[in-house]
Every structure is written in structure tokens, then in C-alpha cells.
């Protein structure tokens, strides 16, 4: 049998966080997809997303949107956006290749290239620098800004900004400043208008908005500092089976030097085929994995196989629960739930929508 791990992945539970995120705070939702859709697979929440009829998404970086750009010519689907947070770049023969690829403006330099190279500004976007680092045009240009477009009378794809709140109050300062902003530089010129983040959005209520732009919600994944009883994750298990099990001496006999470190009470040992070399960090030793509904421990991570401390109940194919207890795995291992699934390698280990064949 096939006894290879793979991410399990609920396309319910997506879709339940979108309308519930809609109902929530009366906004759209602009999905972020950046960091292999938060270790998700991009291609396959894209895809997803794309199905349930949302079309509009955010990465970091060109090649991620690339990626999208080229899985979708394989279904010829064209009518998608990708909102890209990095700058446009001088590679323009990109955005002639890809009209789904939005980049964003990040200084007024920016702007007059793209004027000078005419790149139809309706598929860019302006990020706003409050000055708390980052990139994005700072407050200073804000009166040349608004005279370029004026000028030119430039229509864009959307205004935003980093809500970074060093307190609740500043963070309603931000929110000031940004919608006197968008009105100053008018309202209509803009298709979409966003500035919250996960935080952002549990901290605060923005009007102007037309939508909440968050990867972590979307997946379900909790932001550290809040809890949310109403989302569902997405990522339901990093799900695998037992590949062998053997006595502890027979091991000893074979000699494997990285067993040294066994409870002496344990008699056998459950190997199972995933490794640090698929991203499950050694991290995880001695933590926990579910079998059967009882925990057994971690012994040993490998490269390529982990070991399991077990007993008579366990057997060569019963299945095998990582990260069963997502919520608790930080205090285990000093990482995050996202850390750790970003972490799993997306060329060693498949994503799949639980009960769909992929
Ligand atoms: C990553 C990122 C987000 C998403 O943040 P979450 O905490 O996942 O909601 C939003 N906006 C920008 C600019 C980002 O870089």
C-alpha cells in the first residue's frame, strides 16, 4: 500500500470561513495566497476559491503569482486577479503575458513608470506608508499623488495600507488617516479599498473598506492573541500510515544510532515515511502522534522516516495523525501551526481536499 504522508485538507471549511467572514464584517474578502497559500497549496485553494466564485486574491511575490497564472491556462481560465504586494518591476513583458498579474505602486516612482511605460493603471494598486516602515508612498508625497491623478485622471484597482497598531489607539489613528486619505485622493478612483489584516479585522471596523484582506482567517488558523470559537481550520491533519513496526532489540541489531534515545520501557517501534526531508522538523521529537485514538510518542525524526514509540495495538497500516492538536503544538515544539505547515514540502508532500481523489 501506499503509506505516504499527506496534508488532509477541508474545502468545507474554506468556504464556511469565507461567508462567515462576509456576515461577520459586512465586507468582501480579499484571500491571501502568499507562502503556498499558507502551506495550504496555492494551486489547489486558488482553485478552490476560483470555484466558489472568488476571483480576486493577494500574494507576495511575482513568482507566486506566476505559478497561479500558469495552473490556470491548463483549465483556460483567464478571469482572475492577482494582487501582487511587491512593486512593479521592470520585467514589463511580464504583465503583458500575464493581464491577470495586478502589481502594486510602492513610491511615486513607481507611478511615473508605470505612466512613462503606459501600464494601464487600472490593474495597479497604491499602498500608503503611515510610517511605520514597510514600503508604500509616504505621507510627504501624498500632494504630488493627488495631482497625478488629477492630471491624468488615473482610475486604479485599489488604495491600501498596513494597519499596524502598536496600540488599539493608534490604530484608530491609522484608520483616520487612511479614509480622509482615500476621500482627499477620491473615493472613486478606486475599485477596491482595504486595510485590515487578520488583527485589523477582530480590532477594528472600517467603513470605507470594500474588503478584508487576511490569509489566516481564511485557512482558519488562529492569530495569536485572539481566539475565534466560529472559524473552521482548513488544515485537518498531516495524515500518513504505519510502515513497519519492529522490536526495540531487532532495531538495535540493525543498528540504528539515532534510537538511542528511546523510553527503556518501550518494546516496539512504529516507523513511519516522513522526515525532516518532507519539512516535519525534528522539532517534533518527543512530542505526540495519534493512532487509533490513543497518543503515542515521537521518538525519533529522521530524513526520511520518524520513529514512534508503540504497542501491540498498533499495526503496519493503521493510520497515523501529526499534528493533531494544532492549537498546542507551539508550547510542544516552540513553532507555530503555520510555521510548521508551511514547512512541509510541497514537493514531498501532497495537499488533498479530503474526500476528493488529487
Ligand atoms: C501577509 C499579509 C496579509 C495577511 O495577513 P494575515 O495576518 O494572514 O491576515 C495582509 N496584508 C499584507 C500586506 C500582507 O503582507
Known amino acids: 500500500m501506499n503509506t505516504s504522508f499527506f496534508v488532509s485538507l477541508d474545502k468545507k471549511a474554506l468556504y464556511h470561513n469565507i461567508e462567515y467572514l462576509r456576515e461577520y464584517k459586512q465586507k468582501e474578502l480579499l484571500p491571501v495566497l502568499k507562502a503556498n497559500a499558507y502551506g495550504h497549496d496555492i494551486l489547489l485553494i486558488a482553485k478552490a476559491l476560483y470555484d466558489y466564485d472568488v476571483k480576486v486574491w493577494a500574494v507576495a511575490r511575482y513568482s507566486e503569482a506566476v505559478s497561479i497564472c500558469e495552473y490556470f491556462k491548463t483549465f483556460s481560465i483567464d478571469d482572475f486577479k492577482i494582487l501582487i504586494f511587491e512593486s512593479l518591476i521592470d520585467d514589463y513583458s511580464l504583465l503583458e503575458k500575464y493581464p491577470q498579474i495586478?502589481?502594486?505602486?510602492?513610491?511615486?516612482?513607481?507611478?511615473?513608470?508605470?505612466?512613462?511605460?503606459?501600464?494601464?493603471?487600472?490593474?495597479?494598486?497604491?499602498?500608503?506608508?503611515?510610517?511605520f516602515g514597510r514600503n508604500g508612498i509616504k505621507a510627504e508625497e501624498v500632494d504630488e499623488l493627488k495631482n497625478l491623478i488629477k492630471y491624468n485622471s488615473l482610475k486604479f484597482l485599489s488604495i491600501?495600507?498596513?494597519?499596524?497598531?502598536?496600540?488599539?489607539?493608534?490604530?484608530?489613528?491609522?484608520?483616520?488617516k487612511f479614509t480622509d486619505l482615500v476621500n482627499m485622493l477620491g473615493r472613486n478612483n478606486f475599485e477596491m479599498v482595504h486595510l485590515q489584516n487578520a488583527a485589523g479585522i477582530y480590532n477594528y471596523d472600517v467603513d470605507i473598506v470594500t474588503h478584508i484582506r487576511t490569509g489566516m482567517l481564511t485557512y482558519g488558523l488562529q492569530e495569536a492573541g485572539f481566539y475565534d470559537l466560529d472559524m473552521k481550520p482548513v488544515f485537518t491533519g498531516l495524515i500518513g500510515y504505519v510502515d513497519s513496526v519492529r522490536y526495540v532489540n531487532e532495531l538495535d541489531y540493525?543498528?540504528?544510532?539515532?534510537?538511542?534515545?528511546?523510553?527503556?520501557?518501550?518494546?516496539?517501534?512504529?516507523?513511519?515515511?516522513?522526515?525532516?526531508?518532507d519539512g516535519f522538523s525534528k522539532a517534533n521529537n518527543k512530542t505526540t502522534c495519534l493512532i487509533k485514538k490513543k497518543e503515542y510518542v515521537i521518538s525519533q525524526v529522521t530524513m526520511d522516516?520518524?520513529?514512534?514509540?508503540?504497542?501491540?495495538?498498533?499495526?503496519?497500516g493503521d493510520e497515523v495523525h501529526?499534528?493533531?492538536?494544532?492549537n498546542e503544538i507551539k508550547t510542544k515544539t516552540g513553532f507555530s501551526m503555520l510555521?510548521?505547515?508551511?514547512a512541509i514540502s510541497p514537493l514531498r508532500v501532497k495537499r488533498i481536499f479530503k474526500g476528493e481523489e488529487n
Open 160 to 176: 491600501f495600507s498596513h494597519l499596524f497598531s502598536a496600540s488599539y489607539t493608534d490604530g484608530l489613528e491609522i484608520i483616520k
Open 305 to 316: 522516516n520518524t520513529f514512534i514509540e508503540v504497542d501491540d495495538r498498533v499495526n503496519v
Open 322 to 326: 501529526l499534528y493533531h492538536r494544532p
Open 254 to 277: 540493525v543498528a540504528y544510532q539515532e534510537l538511542s534515545s528511546i523510553d527503556p520501557g518501550t518494546k516496539k517501534i512504529a516507523k513511519i515515511k516522513i522526515g525532516y526531508g
Open 339 to 342: 510555521e510548521l505547515l508551511i
Open 102 to 131: 495586478c502589481p502594486t505602486l510602492n513610491s511615486i516612482k513607481d507611478l511615473k513608470n508605470a505612466l512613462a511605460n503606459n501600464i494601464s493603471i487600472d490593474r495597479l494598486s497604491l499602498k500608503i506608508d503611515f510610517g
